[in-house]
C-alpha cells in the first residue's frame, strides 16, 4: 500500500540543524515525476503552513519565514524528499508533514487543502 512516511524529527538546539527525509513507500514508478510534493507543518491549534514545495520540473517554493535556511531537494532513486534545515529557531517548532497533490505542478501558496496525500508527521522542537 502507497504512503508517505517521514523521519529525522528531532530536539534540537536554536541555531542547530535537521534534516527530514520523506520516503514514498509502495509507488512503483518515480512519483517527482508526476507530483508536486511538499513540506507542511503544523502546531497545536494552528492551521498547517506551508514551509516548501517541489514541482516535477524542479522547481522549489518556500515560506517567507523559512527563506534561506531551509532547503527542499529530493532523491529520485530512493523515492525520497528531503527537508534541510539549518538556524533553526525556537517557532520552528512543529509537527512536520510531508504531503503531495495530484498534479505536477505546486501553487504559489502553499494550501493544505490543495494536497490530498499526507504522512503521519514528524516533530521538531527547537529549544532556545
Known amino acids: 500500500q502507497v504512503h508517505l512516511a517521514e523521519s529525522g524529527g528531532d530536539s534540537v538546539q536554536a541555531g542547530g540543524s535537521l534534516r527530514l527525509s520523506c520516503s514514498a513507500v509502495g509507488y512503483t514508478f518515480n512519483i517527482f515525476t508526476l507530483y508536486c510534493l511538499a513540506w507542511f507543518r503544523q502546531v497545536p491549534g494552528k492551521e498547517r503552513e506551508g514551509v516548501a514545495s517541489l514541482d516535477v520540473n524542479g522547481a522549489t517554493v518556500y515560506a517567507d519565514s523559512v527563506k534561506g535556511r531551509f532547503t527542499i531537494s529530493k532523491e529520485s532513486a530512493q523515492s525520497t524528499l528531503y527537508l534541510e534545515m539549518s538556524s533553526l529557531k525556537p517557532e520552528d517548532t512543529a509537527m512536520y508533514y510531508c504531503?503531495?497533490?495530484?498534479?505536477?505542478?505546486?501553487?504559489?501558496?502553499?494550501?493544505?487543502?490543495?494536497?490530498?496525500?499526507w504522512g503521519q508527521g514528524t516533530q521538531v522542537t527547537v529549544s532556545s
Open positions: 504531503a503531495r497533490r495530484s498534479g505536477g505542478w505546486c501553487p504559489s501558496l502553499l494550501v493544505e487543502s490543495d494536497f490530498g496525500f
